[in-house]
């Protein structure tokens, strides 16, 4: 769903929060986001600035569900759907996002905010970035943007990936796009890795429909609703980037990266700003959900997998719950195997039968508790590839991160008598009947 039909819709099932009152882009904001994370906001008086700010618009897997008009339940199907069908977007001559064109840039009229007290300066952390490998064609990623200057920001690109690889083959410069204002399909796209020469362009294409514009300076296209576009060029010219918060909550180092210079901005007459809260739930979904869909894939290839999750608490990224329908003795072993096959930054696995809520932690700690035994159930890999963002993980310059990844298979013991492993439950109750206010 287009960015402001989501906020309207939003505000019409009164899920909107609306804060009225003057706020600042330092720290201010931010902290009312951390507030009510999981709560859509929309800041309607930003201290020194026009523009409204819409922020936790994708802070909860059932927002996410909403704006892309599917069931929680069903998230994984419907990425991995697109994901086999991509649609490449139709092209179309004028748009919204080109109301007003600006070649006197001046980014400090956006209201870039600044999070916490460890930022090295203020910062966007929802926009995604528009480049052309010279091989490839299109890579949309996210790429965190500080704010160094009237026209320039310096952009955190982690190596080894898309934009990185575009950037090398082109000789250290490229044309770029900036887009700010984003719906949840095109946010879930660019967080994807998709297999190199698929548009992700085309993956959010096949969510919703997604239709795509020229932009007015550079030979590089964005969705024609968006709300912000920045032009310009990924230049050689390296400074300071960080430090910041990262998916971790734990603060990332300075590095030195790519200087972006934007020569040109277009945006609505009365353009909303999108902000995320980095760190927290909206960050560790975008970043989670799309590698759901090839770990779904691999399970199913071993055994009867149900649904699945990375969750929040293992920052969307390192732990994951995998439901199975248990019909073999190591069906448990081989999802665990094939889990770390899906998704190779993950650090912690657990395999939980079809009566465990894998939404709710009480009942995923219930599992273990009640059916995991660590000398029989237990996978231990010590020394395996690891993630980057792992603070306690083994980091050596130039080397793959390593780490130790554990599974545990949480399923009833298979040939044991399976009603002696399942909650007895109480019945339901119409507590009408007994009090004058149900609590
Ligand atoms: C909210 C969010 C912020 C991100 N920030 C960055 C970032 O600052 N730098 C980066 O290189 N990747 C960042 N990523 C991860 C990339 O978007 C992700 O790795 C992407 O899938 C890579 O795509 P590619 O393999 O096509 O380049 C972020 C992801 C999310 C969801």
Excluded at 47 to 74: E, F, I, Q, T, Y
Excluded at 314 to 330: P, Y
């Amino acid at each position: 769903m287009v960015f402001r039909k989501f906020l309207s819709e939003l505000e019409s099932k009164k899920q909107l929060v609306k804060i009225t009152k003057e706020v600042s882009t330092k720290y201010e904001m931010a902290n009312i986001l951390a507030a009510i994370d999981g709560r859509p906001v929309l800041f309607e008086n930003v201290k020194g600035h026009s523009m409204k700010v819409a922020g936790n618009l994708n802070s909860s897997r059932d927002l996410v569900a909403s704006a892309l008009g599917a069931k929680k339940s069903n998230l994984i199907l419907l990425l991995a759907k697109a994901m086999n069908n991509p649609r490449p977007p139709k092209m179309v001559g004028n748009a919204p996002c080109r109301e007003v064109v600006e070649t006197e840039v001046d980014l400090r009229k956006l209201p870039i905010m600044t999070y916490l007290k460890h930022d090295g300066g203020p910062y966007i952390p929802s926009a995604i970035v528009i480049v052309k490998d010279p091989e490839l064609g299109r890579n949309i990623c996210f790429h965190r943007l500080m704010l160094i200057g009237r026209d320039r920001l310096a952009a955190r690109i982690v190596e080894g990936r898309g934009t990185d690889n575009a950037l090398k083959k082109a000789g250290g410069e490229l044309e770029v796009a900036i887009v700010i204002g984003n719906p949840a399909s095109v946010l879930l796209a660019a967080a994807t890795s998709l297999a190199p020469g698929v548009d992700e362009f085309s993956l959010a294409n096949a969510l919703e429909k997604t239709d795509l514009v020229k932009c007015k300076t550079v030979n590089l296209e964005v969705p024609a609703d968006a709300e912000i576009i920045l032009e310009g060029k990924i230049t050689k010219e390296m400074a300071d980037e960080g430090p910041f918060m990262d998916l971790t909550e734990t603060i990332d180092g300075v590095r030195k990266q790519h200087v972006i210079k934007i020569n040109c901005v277009t945006r609505r007459k009365d353009a909303i700003y999108q902000t995320l809260l980095p760190g927290l739930n909206e960050h560790k979904i975008l970043m989670g959900m799309p590698r759901e869909p090839s770990i779904f894939n691999e399970v199913s290839n071993v055994c009867k997998c149900r649904n699945l999750l990375l969750t929040t608490g293992g920052t969307g990224w390192l732990h994951a719950v995998v439901q199975i329908e248990k019909k073999n003795a190591d069906d448990g072993k081989k999802a665990i195997e094939a889990t770390f096959k899906g998704h190779g930054s993950l650090k912690h696995c657990i395999v939980v039968d079809e009566d465990i809520d894998i939404y709710n932690p009480d009942s995923i700690e219930w599992a273990i508790a009640t059916r995991f035994q660590a000398d029989k159930d237990a996978v231990i890999m010590p020394g395996a590839p690891g993630s980057s963002l792992d603070p306690s993980a083994e980091h050596k310059s130039g080397e793959k991160t390593k780490t130790c990844k554990v599974g545990l298979d949480a399923t009833i013991p298979f040939g044991k008598n399976a009603e002696g492993f399942k909650k007895a439950g109480y019945g339901n109750v119409d507590l009408k009947k007994y009090l004058d206010e149900v609590l």
